[in-house]
């Protein structure tokens, strides 16, 4: 029989429902997604620390779990769905729960593996009634509890809800140093190599470095501790700033670095938590939103060509920055390059002097459509300029030789 859990929101509201997972207690910042699909990229995608999430389709867990082999067919058999090498978030609250998992690939069950990695989760909830009550309230501190404490005489509500009220908001809060690889470490391209990149994981995703190989890059995944020097004795045509979580408002270094990086003149390209880097490394302010973007089905439209995208997003902060007209900055000319169609927030920057542009969403696509893969061609187009140049070769190292 399932365990009871009960969700609690900071502002009181309690809904009552089974645990899954593991048993205890998860606190975090409760936010929705809409994505149909793709939960276990969700839930291991870095970007969702210290959150818990609450999937707006209403069954999961059709998929079970895709842990991988370590090795893959031509069908990708063997070949995990993980974004990274743990989940992420703080907790899982779902409506209806899949009995089991029907899938040929699956090696084990959504419980089973959020069990193993000490994930609480709630189902049977109302998430329809939940998303209402975030989209009007706004993201909010919140605290699953599940298994045997719950209906004890010490957790009465009054004291859950003085637990999730000792939370730290997400707002103020510097969570890169707790996503960042603690080492550095090469991806190869496939095939010949064109290009090399220094990607600097501020909560990277597994399939972005796969979607540099693929166009002949070799990517070298970076801490979030990297200097201009290292990047430099590295040799590389170009940087790349990661999504990642946290307040973008605590990350005076990366801010730091990437001037850095726009002064050398060496070419760039942000995705997500690098977006609002970028903003402010321009001069740009960020803010919190209401209740953010999160999940694969959001509409952005590309100022150069007037298309919509379908995109990929996970983000509770933006750039502040004017749509209407072009900005002038430290580094040149900017302006607005994507916005969404849902509420007009700034979704992607671009430098008209420099060799410069990000977007907020994610466009890797894991999980997510595919309509904004091109910004990655766009990026070795841009680094084929620079090449042409000649900036990038200021990055060489003394003896010319490229480094690990």
Not at 14 to 22: M, R, T
Not at 57 to 79: E, L, R
Not at 328 to 335: K, L, P
């Amino acid at each position: 029989m399932s365990a009871p859990a009960v969700l609690v929101l900071e502002d009181g509201t309690v809904y009552h429902g089974e645990g899954f997972g593991a048993s205890g207690t998860a606190f975090g910042e409760a936010v929705f997604t809409t994505g149909m699909t793709g939960y276990q990229e969700t839930l291991t995608d870095p970007s969702y620390r210290r959150q818990v999430v609450v999937a707006t389709a209403p069954q999961i867990g059709n998929t079970g779990w895709v842990a991988g082999s370590g090795s893959a067919d031509g069908a990708g058999y063997g070949v995990s769905d993980d974004e990274s090498g743990a989940i992420w978030v703080a907790g899982f609250v779902v409506r209806d729960l899949a009995p089991r998992p029907s899938n040929w690939r699956a090696t084990s069950s959504l419980p089973e593996e959020m069990a193993r990695q000490g994930i609480v989760g709630i189902a049977g909830v109302d998430t329809r009634a939940l998303t209402r009550r975030l989209r009007t309230a706004g993201a909010m501190r919140c605290g699953i509890f599940a298994g045997d404490q719950v209906g004890t005489p010490e957790l009465t509500v009054a004291a859950m809800l003085e637990q999730v009220r000792a939370q730290p908001s997400m707002a103020g809060a510097d969570l890169t140093g707790e996503v960042s690889t603690e080492a550095g470490y090469v991806i190869p391209a496939d095939g010949t190599e064109r290009f090399a990149v220094a990607a600097i994981d501020l909560g990277i995703k597994a399939n972005t470095p796969r979607m540099l190989a693929a166009r002949g890059i070799r990517t070298h995944v970076l801490p979030a501790t990297t200097t201009i020097e290292q990047i430099r004795a590295l040799g590389v045509d170009g940087v790349f700033l990661s999504n990642g979580p946290g307040d973008p408002a605590t990350a005076d270094a990366m801010v730091a670095l990437t001037r850095d990086v726009l002064t050398a003149g060496i070419p760039l390209f942000g995705i997500c938590f690098g977006n609002q880097i970028l903003g402010r490394a321009l001069g740009f302010g960020t803010f919190k939103l209401k209740f953010g973007h999160r999940g694969i089905n959001q509409p952005v439209r590309d100022h150069a060509t007037g298309r919509v995208l379908v995109t990929a997003h996970n983000h509770g902060f933006a750039v502040d920055a004017p749509i209407d007209r072009v900005s002038d900055t430290e580094f040149g000319r900017v302006q607005v390059a994507f916005s969404c169609l849902n509420d007009g927030v700034v979704e992607g920057l671009e430098c008209l002097d420099r060799q410069a542009f990000s977007v907020q969403f994610h466009p890797e696509a894991a999980a997510g459509p595919h309509d904004a893969g091109y910004l990655f061609d766009r990026f070795v187009e841009l680094m084929a300029t620079g090449a042409a140049a000649g900036p990038a070769a200021s990055t060489k190292s003394a003896t010319g030789k490229v480094s690990a």
